[in-house]
């Protein structure tokens, strides 16, 4: 039924968000639509484990009934990661690890355990890769970016699809002479033609610098581009920037059997605690032949004031400037203990299952006129896609609700998800239909500053954002069911 005036529209919508709140209290409608979903995907029954962690390490969730559905935003991180760590900053007395006195010598013992095990998590050789440490995924690119010999006539190629922190590169590129080529994706699905791909890949630089980046999943739409590109892109001169943000918190990335030549990872995304901490993981030759354009405390052996010259540290050491994090890198080897004892592929099944069923269920919904009420953004299906499902919702007379008023509407329902574009302008523009004319009038004007707003307003009417709700580790059924109740309540709801 379609709301008539302004007030009715009011009191309908309301009253419907009202139930969903009610529902959110209840177990009963979970439980209804349980048993469909485990005969939907049986392997979900083989994940019990995480549903008793869930029960025991992140009671914190279920007693404050909290719908989390951020985790391409940040994962979350279980009471035992917390008790270890601050049971070894308790029990220890650790010094600056730039240093040989015991208490430097403790840490710096800690600091090489965590690195050594990041490489056994990935499956990394030391031989062939260097584990770096740096602030987030963004300082992991940011370390390539500054560094990769970009000269004149080189080429920076990389998808529409990709997070901001790996568009930025762009300007070191240009910076330099260097040309950035964006390869489309495709609609409905959001993926890269591969004939057209095969056909960018051709054009690098012979005896050139060709740097090709793209994500390992999407974090806007949930697409794995494949990791084959890897080595198709290498046989054909380029270094590959794997971003690896958004794909490693729930998928096996085996450096054993892939070898991208840059991975840029964020910690806080796989197991929630610490953040602040991130790596590069780098092939030995590729580092190589990055070339740093500053020296800093810690990435040299000697610099000298009057003899103006520095001479920088082999490997890990000349790319990690000044103090590492150091109290905090302890915690990151707990926290990949952790994953690994639940296993990254229980992780990747119980994703699928519940992303699978809401993806399925999301797109069932339809107003009483027969209106789709959501348009998923990327696959409607979980082959090679991660749980991350972005979406907008549409009234009756097809208009769309401001992602806005879906995200108030959210937190009132104590779900947390995310909306906007999710630093991923790209996927946001092939999405919502932004041409290039259109941008490059908005990104043109005379002002200094685009906000967000005059950005809206430039854009005439279009949507500027949308709806992201991602699964993770300790998702389980009743938070993708009361999602699924949450956009039920705009069934008939008009968004005029
Ligand atoms: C795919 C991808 N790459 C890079 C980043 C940047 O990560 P950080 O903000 O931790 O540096 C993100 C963050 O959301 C991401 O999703």
């Not at 699905?189 to 095969?198: I, K, P």
């Not at 707003?453 to 938070?479: E, H, M, P, Q, T």
Request: with cysteine; hydrophobic share 40%.
């Amino acid at each position: 039924m379609l709301a008539g005036s302004e007030h009715e529209k009011g009191v309908l919508y309301e009253s419907k968000m009202m139930s969903t709140r009610q529902d959110d209290l209840s177990t009963k409608g979970v439980d209804s639509e349980l048993s469909g979903f485990l005969n939907a995907c049986p392997a979900y029954a083989t994940t019990q484990h995480v549903d008793n962690l869930r029960a025991n390490e992140y009671s914190r969730l279920d007693d404050d009934r909290h719908i989390y559905l951020d985790y391409t935003g940040g994962g979350l991180y279980a009471d035992s990661q917390l008790r270890q760590h601050m049971a070894l900053l308790a029990g220890n007395v650790f010094g600056n690890p730039h240093s040989s006195n015991p208490t430097s010598l403790a840490m710096t013992h800690l600091l090489e355990r965590a690195r050594a095990y990041v490489f056994e998590f990935f499956n990394a050789s030391p031989d062939e890769y260097v584990v770096i440490f740096t602030p987030n995924a963004s300082g992991a690119l940011k370390l390539v970016g500054e560094s990769y010999p970009f000269g004149a006539g080189d080429q920076y190629l990389l998808t529409f699809d990709n997070h901001n922190s790996v568009n930025g590169i762009r300007e070191f590129a240009r910076a330099r002479g260097a040309e950035t080529t964006y390869v489309p994706v495709v609609l409905p699905d959001m993926r890269v033609d591969g004939a057209q791909l095969a056909d960018y890949l051709e054009r690098g630089r012979l005896r050139g610098q060709n740097l090709f980046a793209y994500p390992a999943q999407s974090n806007f739409s949930g697409v794995q581009h494949p990791l084959e590109w890897i080595s198709q892109a290498q046989a054909g001169g380029w270094d590959v920037l794997l971003d690896a943000a958004a794909f490693v918190p729930t998928n096996r990335l085996d450096l054993s059997r892939w070898k991208p030549n840059y991975v840029p990872v964020s910690f806080y995304k796989m197991f929630g605690y610490p953040t602040g901490v991130g790596c590069l993981l780098a092939r030995r030759d590729s580092l190589a032949k990055l070339r740093r354009p500053w020296f800093a405390g810690g990435t040299i052996t000697v610099a000298s004031v009057q003899g103006d010259k520095y001479y920088l540290a082999e490997g890990e050491a000349a790319f990690e400037d000044g103090t590492l994090n150091y109290l905090t890198i302890p915690a990151v080897e707990i926290g990949l203990r952790h994953i690994a004892a639940i296993g990254t592929e229980a992780i990747h099944e119980r994703v699928r299952c519940l992303g699978g069923w809401l993806l399925d269920n999301l797109v069932a919904l339809h107003h009483g006129n027969g209106e789709p009420l959501v348009r998923v953004y990327g696959p409607l299906d979980t082959y090679r896609r991660g749980g991350t499902l972005t979406m907008n919702f549409y009234d009756p007379m097809d208009r769309f609700f401001d992602h806005r008023l879906i995200e108030a509407e959210a937190n009132r329902a104590n779900i947390s998800l995310r909306t906007g574009c999710f630093c991923n302008p790209g996927g946001g523009e092939i999405v919502f239909g932004l041409s290039q004319t259109e941008l490059v009038a908005c990104f043109t004007q005379p002002q200094q500053r685009l906000t967000l707003d005059d950005f809206r307003l430039c854009i005439d009417g279009k949507s500027s954002g949308a709806v992201r709700v991602s699964i993770g580790l300790v998702s389980n059924f009743a938070d993708v069911y009361h999602f699924l109740q949450f956009a039920r309540g705009f069934v008939d709801v008009s968004a005029g």
